[in-house]
């Protein structure tokens, strides 16, 4: 199946300091991607839906200033938190499109982003 | 819009027992509906798929799961759990048109017990 790789797995960052996190697609173009926040034991969120050269589409209450998305190629999604805070440490997970008819989700490993 | 719901938050099941995760979805259009696992600190990974056709769906790790229309249910089985099948379990739907967005159940916790 296709693959997702996300970059970094994990990262630590003190607060008021942006970080950065890829999201590429290894063996397909991917001109949509998903940005997905899990907090601890609960399902999953969507925060933005990402279009290679155009801006993202955020869902309601997502602060787009805040979580910067930038699509520049058919293979990479980056999403940008910035001046993290301590309420911003999740989980965040990428997923593209992909299969026959762009069917089936294929998803990131995750970032578990702690901001201290 | 779509809803899904899955009914239970944790499943504990003794080691080579069959087990059933319940999920149910509510959508005025046609669907696709999925079942994926997540361990722990990882991404999802896809169990089991219905896009059309066959009612009863195969997946990996010995999974299946059966749609069911009139009930709005896709249910996910395994015959015989292993130690290694505790992991979250998340049932999703979207939408038949275009790439539209997975909503996903608020997952189930299944705890396989020697």
């Known amino acids: 199946g296709a693959v997702v790789s996300q970059h970094p797995s994990w990262v630590i960052c003190k607060s008021g300091t942006s970080v950065k996190i890829e999201c590429r697609s290894l063996?397909?173009?991917?001109?949509?991607m998903f940005w997905y926040r899990q907090f601890p034991k609960q399902s999953l969120m969507l925060m933005a839906t990402s279009n290679e050269g155009s801006k993202a589409t955020y869902e309601q209450g997502v602060e787009k200033d805040k979580f910067l998305i930038n699509h520049a190629s058919l293979t990479l999604s980056t999403l940008t938190v910035t001046s993290a805070h301590p309420e911003d440490s999740s989980f965040y997970i990428c997923?593209?499109?992909?299969?026959?008819?762009?069917?089936?989700?294929?998803f990131g490993q995750g970032t578990r982003l702690t901001v201290v | 819009a779509q809803s899904v719901t899955q009914l239970d938050s944790q499943v504990p099941v003794f080691e080579e027992a069959p087990v059933e995760l319940r999920c149910n979805y509510s959508?005025?259009?046609?669907?696709?509906l999925f079942w994926y696992v997540q361990y722990p600190n990882q991404g999802l990974q896809l169990l089991l798929k219905?896009?059309?056709?066959?009612?009863l769906v195969k997946g990996i790790n010995g999974f299946e799961a059966e749609f069911n229309k009139s009930q709005t249910s896709f249910h996910l089985r395994k015959p015989s759990v292993h130690i290694s099948d505790t992991a979250e379990y998340f049932c999703a739907v979207r939408s038949t048109g275009g790439y539209n967005k997975l909503i996903f159940g608020a997952g189930t916790r299944l705890a396989v017990h020697p």
């Open positions: 219905y896009l059309s056709g066959s009612t």
């Open positions: 959508s005025s259009v046609s669907v696709y």
């Open positions: 997923s593209a499109p992909s299969g026959t008819g762009r069917t089936e989700a294929f």
């Open positions: 063996d397909f173009q991917a001109t949509t």
